[in-house]
């Protein structure tokens, strides 16, 4: 089984950065899409930016052209890169994985994705 971790989380201002990491242990071979998806309190988790191992990704618009989501080329680790952020960023962040280039196809649905790691907690204040 699968193991995910995520890590960089912390506490910002309006308008600064985080970069986010994911390492995957027990890594299966084959095609898999990975993605971070955030929860805030009160709020349903919601999907934040998705990618393909062919490099096909998908963001949420509330985060188009501020978020940054990349893998390495084992496929063993996941990034988000943030910048610009907001207090509706405020959340945790969770990485996720499923087998397959379902991103492109399907988007960020959570419903593709059935393992997750324990989230970090990412909180912007003004």
């Known amino acids: 089984r699968v193991k995910l971790a995520e890590f960089g989380g912390g506490s910002v201002q309006i308008g600064g950065s985080l970069r986010l990491s994911c390492t995957a242990s027990g890594y299966t071979y084959g095609t898999t899409c990975m993605a971070w998806f955030r929860q805030a309190p009160g709020k349903e988790r919601e999907g934040v930016a998705g990618i393909d191992s062919d490099g096909t990704t998908k963001y949420a618009d509330s985060v188009k052209g501020r978020f940054t989501i990349s893998r390495d080329n084992t496929n063993d680790n996941l990034y988000l890169e943030m910048n610009n952020l907001k207090v509706a960023d405020t959340g945790m962040y969770y990485c996720?994985?499923?087998?397959?280039?379902?991103?492109?196809?399907?988007?960020?649905?959570?419903?593709?994705?059935?393992?997750w790691g324990q989230g970090t907690q990412v909180t912007v204040s003004s």
């Open positions: 996720t994985l499923a087998l397959g280039d379902l991103i492109g196809p399907y988007g960020l649905n959570k419903d593709i994705f059935a393992q």
